[in-house]
């Protein structure tokens, strides 16, 4: 094996670790996988012969890529009001990318959409003190000149996302927990379409309000009882298979995002176990004022990964 060839191993050694940190980082499963062709490309024309610690090497190119992305998106949504069409996007994502879609499918599905949705929300450098040291276990010393501040800086950028993450529940546990319950069957029914199973957590005068971004022409914006809701959440049963639960002002409701970009989210008024109202939200503007975050089950865990020597 030539020089090329034993650089290109080690590389691929790393590479779904890269790409896991890339995702978590970007949220798209494209862009991730752009980042990482573009890590390699940069290997591939230095002389890393003299470099002890390879995979310390390929995570700092791969921060320092992605921050680039982090930075030009939020310059790009500082001069942009991005107005999208909920049906247009909130289709499976990636079905035309290259590449191995059980690879593909098996990046989006490891990490929540609503944490995914919540860490888009975060500065660049929270973004990555975050996702590196929270989700991947990576020394603030090591951190902190890939975000250009000292280590007790990065710690304090870590800490403040890690608040944002979590956001701060209204309700008292109990509360939540039977928010949670409601939401959750609710969106289960959803996904298979299933009439009887959504009308089984509705309550009977149940009403489904939208605003004008999340409606199809001629929808009306305001549904009532059971049968009319469960009707119309059945005919678009494929809006749920992007959903999940979050924290939304505090409250249960759900995120509909892919790819991390959040297309809608929904809120819940839960009365004796049932959905007794419900919103969905997908003006931008409107998005943009709402406190989002993750239900605790969904945070992730500071557990050491697998970084190859």
Known sequence: MDGHDDLAARFEARRRTLLAVAHR????VAEAEDAVQETWLRLSRTDVSGVDNLTGWLRTVLTRVCLDVLRARRTRREHLTEQRVFDQVAGPAGEDLPGDPADRALLADSV?????????????AERVAFVLHDMFAVPFGEIAPLVGRTPVTAKKLASRARAKVRGAPSAPAGELAGQHAAVSAF????RTGDLDAVLAVLAPDVVRRGDPASLAPGTAAEVRGARAVAEGTVLLAHRSRNAEPALVDGRVGAVVAVDGRLLAALTFAVRD???AAYEVIADPARLARLDLAVLGGALPGAAPPPWPV
Do not use: E, K, Y
Not at 112 to 124: F, G, I, Q
Not at 187 to 190: G, H, I
């Open 112 to 124: 929540s959409r609503a944490l995914l949705v919540v860490l888009d929300r975060l500065t660049p």
């Open 273 to 275: 176990g049932r959905i």
């Open 187 to 190: 969106l289960s029914a959803a």
């Open 25 to 28: 980082m970007l949220g798209s």
